[in-house]
């Protein structure tokens, strides 16, 4: 052991060599150290030599006299951080609004959640919020934050006791999310996906937190009535005033602080023009239907855009009908100039993205029973065969022989009266299509359903109602009196004897809520996809019980086929329009193509 | 805000994000009863110095969560809250330096696309307790606080989610400092 006897020397130096070395201040007697010898290291037999280290310590005076102390102050705590501040105007709460008396709506089984909020006491099972976002165009920081630190809209509107009749589905609150921090927006939803109920949950919202203190509502006039009915559903504690009556009436109520949401249709705009463009202001202008002024040059267009206002809404399920033009006069409204005709149609794209929320059915509605599309193709019955002939060639060898004087006029005049006869002939009144829906209705009314029977001549449909007495027929047209209409409407629905309703695309593709049949027949074809669709779904929207059958009744060889052909090209086009960078310029019938449809060529006066 | 018999019926609620190139952000929600915000503060980013690291070693996000970020923040806020909502650990220790309750509720990480995330604290001992459904912890030594936040809670917001406005706050931070957008 006297190999690894230490030794006590101090002061020590910096020990070498060693593998064990104790830095302490007091002597070490030994180290007890058993070494494993491996035989070929001489080395182990060299006595190891350990020496102790002290180490001096401030705490030594003899030391703290030695050495110079540097002491180096290290800021800990005091400087707290910089911090920006805002701060939010106390808005006044959402009112509580006592849940109105229970009720059972026809549409509430495809509702998810259907119990009201105002009376849940359990929180929601799943946490799914839906945040306020503002705008891009939203500059300002602070404006910036007010939206994104509001409640989502689930606790915001369970908090403040607001009652729904059904629950919204998630992407109608997103819808209410996009529209309530915006001052010019489109909800372009496709139809029956509930735009309407969005819009107006909205508006109820904006009212009630003070940010807005009156509404003008623009709508076609068969739909007004339809919008008193959703705002006494959605939003009940609302005063809403329709515009109607005599000059007089009409002024009273336009100056009329009593109701904060005003509703005029598009027609009534014409008459009190000078009333609605002199000095009345409104905090928000919604248009429905908003394509109605797909032609800025109309009057209609130029009123609406003169509406002194702050928020500017369209609500359309088709904001391009015909061509990207339709959306740049739905923003001459909104944002005056910020689109232009030609602007290309990728940079139209981008600049409008934030401005417009389309969603379509087969997106948020995965559980939608779905829309099963039957194409009746028939053959024209003997008696027709021979009228359409006889009016398709003799129509042509005219046209022909007009030469420049050939107008689209002249084609249009031949189109319709080939599709009439397609209908019906006119001189015995033989209809293949009519047999075909004769027998389809007996299933329907056999089955105790309800069908919608559109077509674009209320002649057509008088001559069906006088032949589908015993399925208790009801017609819904723009001969029908305004103030009929609901009853018409109620009547369809209520009585169990009426299997069918006669629509024109006119008064009955927009704006209905007709969930409650489960059949559609287009008697005849519009000349758009985008109305067809609308009209469609009057049937197949949101609260609809089961899949809709909508039939398309189609003469084959005839000028309808053709027009078919045409049409189902431009509807894909239609479908692809907000996803696809390079977009048709148009997506109706061209002069081009409506000339094409007898091989007649464009003249150079057309083409001019 | 405050209630009619002068007793604040603000909730404020406090959370720290980290960035990996930036540092910490901290930002601070009061809200009102119904979820309402009063006011919205939030810090510059700032970074620990190295004498920082070195000298608080385990407890540097307790020293820079909660007495540098957390307490700055409270400072400059308008509305008294009755207690303070945190979903940082970390912050728990501005209780230390805050006459207020200052409660802890864990909430999922936000998603991972998100360039902030929470700071990785050190594992502290908590007393945990609810209050509107809410499973909240305090630290320890502030046990009391416990019956203070219910008596609260009750009071004011008897329905109240604790995790929601964090949600705000991440967006909040996100907008007000764009650069940490990018990850």
Redesign the interface.
């Known amino acids: 052991m006297d190999r690894f006897a230490t030794t006590d020397k101090q002061p020590s130096s910096v020990v070498q060599d060693s593998t064990v070395t104790e830095f302490q201040s007091w002597p070490v007697e030994s180290v007890d150290v058993q070494p494993y010898a491996l035989g070929w290291q001489s080395q182990l037999e060299r006595s190891l030599k350990i020496e102790t280290l002290k180490i001096e310590t401030l705490a030594d005076d003899a030391v703290r006299e030695k050495f110079e102390i540097i002491v180096v102050p290290?800021q800990?705590?005091n400087k707290?951080?910089?911090?920006?501040?805002?701060?939010?105007a106390?808005?006044p709460?959402i009112a509580p609004v006592a849940p109105p008396p229970a009720k059972k709506q026809a549409t509430d089984k495809l509702e998810p959640a259907a119990e009201p909020n105002s009376d849940s006491s359990e929180?929601p099972e799943a946490?799914h919020?839906t945040?306020i976002r503002?705008p891009s165009d939203l500059v300002k920081?602070e404006d910036?934050?007010?939206f994104?630190?509001?409640?989502?809209l689930e606790?915001?509107l369970?908090?403040?006791q607001l009652t729904f009749p059904f629950r919204p589905f998630p992407y109608q609150f997103e819808g209410v999310a996009f529209l309530f921090p915006r001052l010019a927006a489109i909800l372009a939803d496709e139809m029956g996906l509930g735009k309407t109920m969005q819009a107006i949950t909205t508006i109820r919202m904006l009212l009630m937190s003070g940010e807005i203190r009156n509404v003008l509502l623009i709508c076609p006039k068969p739909l007004v009535t339809n919008w008193v009915r959703e705002f006494k559903l959605w939003a009940p504690e609302i005063p809403v005033a329709v515009i109607e009556g005599d000059q007089a009436l009409r002024n009273y109520i336009w100056q009329s602080p009593a109701a904060p949401v005003k509703i005029a249709n598009y027609e009534l705009l014409m008459r009190d023009r000078q009333t609605v463009e002199s000095d009345m202001k409104f905090d928000l202008v919604v248009l429905d239907e908003a394509q109605r002024i797909k032609n800025r040059s109309s009057t209609t267009a130029q009123i609406v855009c003169n509406i002194n206002r702050t928020r500017s809404w369209a609500l359309t399920g088709t904001p391009i009908e015909n061509s990207s033009e339709d959306l740049v006069s739905i923003f001459e409204f909104l944002s005056p100039g910020y689109l232009k005709d030609d602007m290309h149609l990728k940079s139209m794209s981008q600049a409008c993205r934030d401005y417009i929320l389309r969603r379509t059915k087969d997106k948020v509605l995965t559980e939608m029973p779905p829309k099963l599309f039957r194409d009746a193709e028939l053959d024209l019955n003997p008696d027709q065969k021979i009228s359409y002939k006889a009016a398709e060639e003799e129509g042509v060898v005219q046209l022909s022989e007009m030469g420049e004087e050939l107008t689209i006029q002249h084609v249009f005049e031949l189109v319709l009266r080939l599709k009439q006869i397609c209908n019906f002939d006119p001189l015995t009144g033989s209809s293949c299509k009519f047999e075909r829906l004769e027998a389809d209705l007996e299933e329907v009314a056999a089955s105790g359903k309800k069908a919608i029977v559109f077509s674009q001549w209320v002649k057509t449909l008088d001559r069906m109602t006088d032949k589908l007495q015993r399925f208790c027929p009801l017609q819904y047209h723009g001969r029908i009196p305004s103030h009929k209409r609901d009853d018409v409407l109620k009547r369809f629905k209520e009585d169990p004897k009426c299997h069918v309703i006669l629509m024109s695309y006119g008064a009955g593709a927009v704006g209905l809520n007709l969930q409650f049949c489960h059949y559609v027949f287009l008697f005849d074809r519009w000349w758009n996809p985008a109305i067809e669709d609308q009209a469609i779904n009057r049937a197949h929207r949101l609260g609809v019980t089961g899949p809709v059958t909508v039939t398309r009744m189609m003469t084959v060889d005839t000028i309808e086929q053709r027009i078919h052909n045409v049409l189902e090209e431009k509807r894909e086009l239609l479908t692809t329009l907000f996803a696809e960078a390079s977009k048709p310029r148009n997506l109706g019938l061209s002069q081009k193509e409506i000339f094409g449809l007898f091989n007649l060529n464009l003249p150079r006066a057309e083409a001019a | 805000?405050s209630s009619s018999s002068g007793e604040s019926t603000a909730i404020g609620f406090l959370s720290v994000r980290l960035h990996p190139e930036l540092g910490y952000f901290?930002g601070y929600?009061v809200?009102?009863a119904?979820?309402?915000?009063?006011?919205?503060?939030?810090?510059?980013p700032?970074r620990a110095s190295r004498?920082?690291e070195i000298?608080?070693g385990n407890t540097l996000e307790d020293?820079i969560c909660g007495?540098?970020?957390a307490?700055?923040?409270v400072?400059?806020?308008?509305f008294p809250s009755c207690f303070v909502v945190t979903d940082v650990a970390a912050v728990l220790s501005l209780r230390r330096v805050h006459s207020q309750p200052v409660v802890y509720i864990s909430v999922p990480a936000a998603s991972p696309a998100s360039s902030m995330n929470y700071p990785v604290g050190q594992p502290i001992q908590l007393s945990g307790f609810t209050a509107a459904?809410n499973k909240i912890s305090v630290l320890p030594e502030f046990a009391a606080d416990k019956s203070v936040v219910q008596q609260h809670v009750e009071r004011i917001a008897p329905?109240i989610?604790f995790?929601?406005?964090f949600?705000?706050i991440a967006?909040?931070l996100l907008?007000?400092h764009p650069s940490a957008k990018a990850a």
């Open positions: 290290v800990l705590a707290l951080p910089k911090t920006i501040g805002f701060a939010f106390e808005v709460e929180k946490k919020f945040r503002p920081l910036r934050l007010f994104v630190l509001q409640p989502p606790s915001l369970s908090n403040a | 805000m901290g929600l809200l009102n119904i979820g309402r915000p009063l006011e919205f503060h939030c810090t510059l700032i004498a920082q000298l608080f020293f007495e540098q970020i307490r700055a923040l400072s400059k806020a308008k459904e329905k989610d995790s929601e406005p949600g705000r967006e909040a907008e007000a």
